[in-house]
Structure formats: structure tokens, C-alpha cells
């Protein structure tokens, strides 16, 4: 009968599948994601801080933009941007709009700042409606953090020379790239600390508009050059829409959002707006409670190992773990490389645990896989490229840091706490107890009380194969015991060694003559059966057509070989390992020259063209060296007369006319070669 918690837990995984294949689909389309004749326009309007849930939407916004291939993108800014937005969140943004092939577009409205301010900047194209006010990217107020530093302004001179990199890099990337003085104002805006006039400058008698920073009017004026009108922008600085017109840093001022289908060209009709869904609402509660899913995940998983068999713990562990990497996904941080990374990490340490302790290999990979993964899971890059994108990795480092001492230190409490619990102790593994309390408790043997050390130095005879568990007969007595890991077979005399607690350990005598082993033979001829039956699978796929059923038993066999092998001893894995390496492809490229020489081969494959058997006519071969006329143009085929006879010839590659005199120059088979006769 099935339990109530193993049906609940069944319930549970079915639950989690659905979900994780119902979000990548929804995430892919969207409401947008109808048909409409003509371009395909697909918007998003974003109102206030660029929060999670906008983000979310963004990011979803871009990938059903890509999967449709659509006209635009339109990111719709209407009073957007607000201090405490995350950088990395924000950063992961802007690094996937300047990825997408799709065109984008920025229609402003109201206040744009911060977040949205550099959304804006990055996009293909900008608009703006009147009442547009535009800039502050980076906020000029000292946080918190700067003011606790023991250098502040420092502290805040670093801030803005991170943020002008930052948005340098941008800007490069940007295609097409700003004008230089559009450029000018899009650094002021990361950097309040640089002041800009603009003024009409006179130059060798010629006047133009111009952006310039303080630092440059003196050289200027050394040169030659005049300021005329000069005006002081502000700092931080913030553009209206008609600044941002004139200075080039946006393609121009709409009256109206329904006038960008005229200025783009495209169908208003073929607009679609992408609404909100209850997978970005799931992003706002997944950002507070990723850290602690993180941590409660590594924690189930570790009752999961405390407790027998599969149960609910293991799937909700690995559950949470889901969850807290599919929030890095939804905000565009993770990608499924790196969810994939992750779960592969754990796969590895399981291994490392249960199938292969102490090779060591499989645990560090899976702990630099699960490093990897979770690093990679909060940021939008690699490797760092500014000194942002530094202080971002070092933070990341710090927090997986925390997250491991802290998952370390609350295992260890439930390592020891969880066990003594009423309701736990009945579900736990309970762990060996000390040699000391089990010499001195019942060995449940028939012996009494301390009377299992007595054995100690006696032989006796091994009434069943020891491998290396099993039992011996000693005065007329049968104990259950365990050899140093020997393979012992029945009737060898062997010797108690020590007592451990209820373990009793023996090992075959010196002068015993050697057992033959029988059981580690058998070991070893199934690990040879297993790699003998992979191999013929695998020249059976290539032979049948099985659409990969004989391929799948084929790759079951040989991995279960290795796994026997392991069992048996790690050198021997490690050499089946080696011994299936090299004769899996020398055994599949046997096959393939195998293959066309068998019935099934000759009839399968396509034969090559053969050589046509043409029988060559005499009375052609006395053609060489006559001459004759063409009677049709060589190109450089046709045809030639010679002694009145129409004999079809073709040229070496010149092109002929009729009546051109030519000479037979040489007769394969029935082809006649012909030249232009000197």
C-alpha cells in the first residue's frame, strides 16, 4: 500500500514537471504572441521602479520578440526609473537588449530616470513625447554604504567613475553609435559630476551648435574659438524632450504614442501590447525567498540522506532548489545552462556519496559545478569588464560564501539535533553507535554478554562464502561475520581477528590454500559480458534500423559495466572505463565498413555511379585527323561535318561558329574531340 507521504510526493513531482514545462512556453510567447498580417510590433508599458516583476516582464517581452522575429520591440517609459533598483538585475536588462537582434525602440514620457533612463540609452532607437524629462541615471546622494566608509567621497568618486565606464561600454556596443555630443550627454547622465555647457561656438568663421565640458572651453578659446549663447546644463543632468531632440540623443518628438506606427512604418493593427502574468507576479515573493529556499534545499537534501529510500524530503529539496534558480531565469541572470550546470553539480556529488566515495573527482566537480552555477545565476556576465561588474562578482562571492556557512553550519545542527527529535528519531538512519555500548549490550548472536571477544584468535571454518559478509562455524556455533574486504570461499578456514562492538572480523588463514574466488569471477565475467553485449548492440544499431532502441540498450549495457566494475574495485573501474573508450569507436568504425558488405548494407545504401560501358565505334576512330566544317555553333558542344557524314562532337572548351573549319583531334569511345583547324 502506498503511503500517504510517497503519494503526496508523487503528486508533487508531476506538479513541478507541468510547471517547468508550462513556464519556458509561456515565457516564450505571451499575449503577443498571435499572428497578425504584416510587421509585428510587440510592446510593454513600464511604470515606476524597474522592480523584479518589470524586469520579468521585459526579459519575456525580448524572447517572444525573438522566437516570433518580430518588426520592434517598444519599451513604453511613462514616469519610470526610482532609486533602490538592482544593479545587477538592471545590468542583466540592458546586456540582453543590446543582444537581441530584434530593433528597439524607447517611446518616454513623464520623469525617466535611473533604470529606465539607461533602458532608454541602450535602445535602438529613442522617441519622446512633450512632456519628457530624461536623464539621472546614477543617483548623486551618497547611500549608506559610502557614508559608513572611512573615505566617503571616495567611496562616491569610485560610484560615479564605475558607472561612466559602465556606461561607456554601453555606448560602444551601441549600434548605430550616438553623435559625439549626444554621447557627451548620455556619460553626464551616469556621471553628475561632469559639467556641460551647451553654446554656439564661432571657429575659423564657422558657427555651430555645441556640447562641451568645462575642462575643454579653455583649450578652445586658446585656439581661436568663441562661445556664443553659452548655458550651463544641470547636474545630474536631465533633458526634456526638446534638449534631447536638438543635441541628437533621441530621433524625435512624437505628439502622440499612436504617431510611432507613421514614423516606423508599420500597420497599427500589428501592435501588441505584452500584459503582465502570474509568472512575473511569482518573481516579486521568489527574490525574498530565494535565499531561503537556497539553504532549505541543501537541507532537504541532506535529511534526504539521513532518511531510507526517496522520499518527500529529497523532492521538495530538490523542488526549492527549482525554484530559486528559476527566479535567476525569469529576471534574465540565469540562463539554462546554468540550471543545468546545477543540477548536474548535485548529480555529481551524489555519485562522489553513494555510487564512488573517496575518488574525490566527482565531488570537486560537482561543487565547482554548483560554485559556478550559483555565481553565474546572480549576474549577466562571465568574466568582469568593469570595475562594476567587479565589485558585483566580489559581492556575489561574499554572499555564496555566507550561503555555504550558513547551509554548513544549520546541516550539522540537523546532523545531530534532527535524530533526538520524537517524531524524526522513528524516520532517521540512526547512526552506528560507539564500539563500547555495543561490547558491553546483547549481541542478539546467542551469546551472552562480552562474549563475542572471546572469539578473538579462534579459527573456524566459513560456512557460506564470505563477500566479504556472511558466516562462519566455530565449536559448533554460527556467527555472522566480515572479512577486510577479502572474498573468502565456504569451507576456508579462517581467523577472528578483532571484535568491534557486534562486528566480527576474520580473514582467511596464512597456510589455507588459496580460494578461487568464485564470486569476484563472477563479478569480473559480467563486467566482461556487459562490455562484450555493448559493443554487439552497437554494431546491431549501425547493421538495423532500430531509431535508437539498440543504440539505448547498447549505452545501458556499457555504463552498467562500469558501474560492476566500480564495485569491484576502482582500478578495475577505471580500466573498463579506458577499455570501453577506445573500443567503442574502433568497434563502431568496424561496423560502418562492415556495413556495406552485408545484404541489408548493399540494399540500404546508394551505390556510386558506375562507369558507363560504352562501346566504341570503329568507323569513329577513323575520324582522327580529318578535317571538316561545324554545321551548328559549339558551346561547346554540337555538330561537324566530315565527308559529308553529321558525326556529334564537342570542342576542349572553345566556343565555335557555323562553318568554322576543325580537325578531329582525338576519339574516346563515342566522343569526338574537335579544334579549330590551323
Known amino acids: 500500500m502506498i503511503s500517504p507521504f510517497r503519494r503526496l510526493a508523487s503528486w508533487f513531482a508531476l506538479a513541478l514537471v507541468a510547471l517547468c514545462a508550462a513556464l519556458p512556453a509561456q515565457g516564450a510567447a505571451g499575449p503577443g504572441s498571435q499572428q497578425a498580417a504584416g510587421p509585428r510590433v510587440l510592446s510593454i508599458t513600464i511604470r515606476g521602479k524597474l522592480g523584479t ?20 520591440v517598444v519599451f513604453r517609459l511613462d514616469d519610470a526609473g526610482s532609486q533602490g533598483e538592482s544593479v545587477s538585475d538592471v545590468q542583466s536588462l540592458l546586456d540582453h537588449v543590446q543582444k537581441t537582434t530584434v530593433p528597439t525602440v524607447a517611446v518616454l514620457s513623464g520623469r525617466v530616470v535611473h533604470g529606465a533612463a539607461a533602458l532608454a540609452l541602450c535602445c535602438d532607437r529613442i522617441y519622446c513625447l512633450p512632456r519628457a524629462d530624461w536623464g539621472e541615471v546614477e543617483k548623486p546622494e551618497q547611500d549608506l554604504g559610502e557614508l559608513l566608509s572611512g573615505a566617503p567621497d571616495a567611496a562616491t568618486e569610485a560610484r560615479f567613475a564605475a558607472a561612466r565606464a559602465a556606461m561607456a561600454m554601453r555606448l560602444q556596443a551601441r549600434d548605430p553609435k550616438l553623435r559625439p555630443d549626444a554621447e557627451k550627454l548620455a556619460l553626464a547622465m551616469a556621471d553628475p559630476r561632469m559639467q556641460l555647457v551647451a553654446a554656439t ?13 568645462r575642462s575643454e572651453i579653455a583649450p578652445l578659446q586658446a585656439a581661436g574659438g568663441k562661445l556664443l549663447g553659452e548655458r550651463a546644463l544641470t547636474r545630474p543632468l536631465v533633458l526634456s524632450a526638446a534638449e534631447a531632440e536638438e543635441f541628437g540623443l533621441s530621433q524625435g518628438t512624437l505628439q502622440s504614442f499612436d504617431q510611432l506606427a507613421e514614423v516606423l512604418a508599420f500597420d497599427r493593427a500589428a501592435l501588441a501590447e505584452l500584459a503582465g502574468s502570474w509568472v512575473e507576479d511569482m518573481v516579486g515573493w521568489l527574490e525574498l525567498l530565494q535565499p531561503f529556499l537556497l539553504v532549505a534545499g541543501f537541507l532537504l537534501l541532506i535529511v534526504e540522506v539521513k532518511t531510507p529510500g526517496v522520499g518527500l524530503p529529497g523532492l521538495l529539496g530538490a523542488a526549492f532548489l527549482l525554484l530559486a534558480m528559476f527566479h535567476g531565469y525569469l529576471v534574465g541572470l540565469a540562463d539554462v545552462a546554468e540550471i543545468v550546470v546545477f543540477f548536474l553539480g548535485i548529480v555529481a556529488i551524489a555519485v562522489e556519496v553513494f555510487l564512488l566515495p573517496g575518488t574525490v573527482v566527482f565531488g570537486a566537480v560537482g561543487f565547482l559545478c554548483l560554485a559556478l552555477a550559483l555565481v553565474l545565476s546572480r549576474q549577466s556576465f562571465v568574466l568582469p569588464r568593469t570595475e562594476a561588474e567587479e565589485a558585483l562578482l566580489l559581492a556575489n562571492l561574499g554572499g555564496l560564501t555566507l550561503l555555504l556557512a550558513a547551509t554548513m553550519a544549520l546541516g550539522a545542527v540537523l546532523w545531530r539535533v534532527l535524530p533526538k527529535v520524537p517524531w524524526f528519531n522513528r524516520v532517521f538512519l540512526a547512526p552506528p553507535a560507539p564500539a563500547s555500548a555495543l561490547a558491553s549490550a546483547g549481541s542478539g548472536l546467542g551469546v551472552g554478554d562480552g562474549g563475542l571477544t572471546a572469539y578473538v584468535g579462534r579459527v573456524g571454518v566459513a560456512a557460506t562464502v564470505l563477500r566479504p559478509t556472511g558466516a562462519m562455524a566455530i565449536d559448533g556455533e554460527r556467527l555472522d561475520v566480515v572479512t577486510e574486504g577479502a572474498f573468502v570461499e565456504a569451507g576456508t578456514p579462517v581467523r577472528v581477528l578483532y571484535v568491534q562492538g557486534a562486528r566480527i572480523v576474520v580473514a582467511a588463514e596464512a597456510h589455507a590454500p588459496p580460494a578461487d574466488r568464485a564470486g569476484e569471477r563472477g563479478s569480473v565475467g559480467l563486467v566482461l559480458l556487459l562490455c562484450v553485449t555493448g559493443l554487439l548492440l552497437l554494431v546491431a544499431e549501425v547493421v538495423f534500423v532500430s531509431f535508437g532502441v539498440i543504440a539505448t540498450a547498447a549505452a545501458i549495457a556499457l555504463l552498467s559495466a562500469i558501474f560492476v566494475a566500480f564495485q569491484q574495485s576502482v582500478a578495475f573501474g577505471v580500466t573498463i572505463v579506458a577499455v570501453e573508450a577506445v573500443a567503442s569507436p574502433a568497434v563502431l568504425s568496424f561496423a560502418f565498413k562492415l556495413l556495406p558488405k552485408t545484404r541489408f548494407g548493399k540494399a540500404m545504401i546508394l551505390s556510386g555511379p558506375q562507369a558507363a560501358a560504352t562501346a566504341e565505334d570503329p568507323a569513329l576512330r577513323a575520324l582522327v585527323g580529318k578535317a571538316g566544317d561545324t554545321v551548328s555553333p559549339l558551346r561547346p558542344a554540337g555538330f561537324a561535318r566530315f565527308d559529308g557524314v553529321r558525326v556529334d562532337v564537342v570542342t576542349r572548351g572553345e566556343m565555335l561558329d557555323v562553318g568554322c573549319p576543325v580537325v578531329v583531334l582525338d576519339v574516346t569511345g563515342n566522343r569526338v574531340v574537335v579544334a579549330r583547324k590551323p
Open 53 to 72: 516583476t518589470e524586469l520579468a516582464r521585459c526579459h519575456r517581452l525580448l524572447r517572444a520578440a525573438d522566437a516570433a522575429d518580430s518588426s520592434f
Open 201 to 213: 561656438v564661432r571657429l575659423g568663421g564657422v558657427e555651430r551648435q555645441q556640447v562641451l565640458e
